[in-house]
């Protein structure tokens, strides 16, 4: 499996026990989901904090 991690543009090394639990967590919530199908070939999620009015 080939995790990667970025920040603000910037890629973040992940250690092996990272990217186990990182790709398992990630693949085990999504392929939960109705409607994603069992030979999926690609995950993205994108996170961005919320701005503060």
Do not use: H, P, Q, Y
């Not at 499996?1 to 990182?22: C, H, S, T, Y």
């Not at 030979?39 to 961005?48: F, N, P, Q, S, T």
């Amino acid at each position: 499996m080939d995790v990667r991690a970025f920040v603000d543009g910037e890629e973040i090394r992940l250690n092996e026990f990272v990217v186990k639990i990182l790709g398992g967590t990630i693949v085990g919530a999504v392929s939960s989901l109705r409607g994603v199908k069992e030979d999926w070939k690609e995950i993205k999620i994108e996170v961005r904090r919320a701005c503060k009015a």
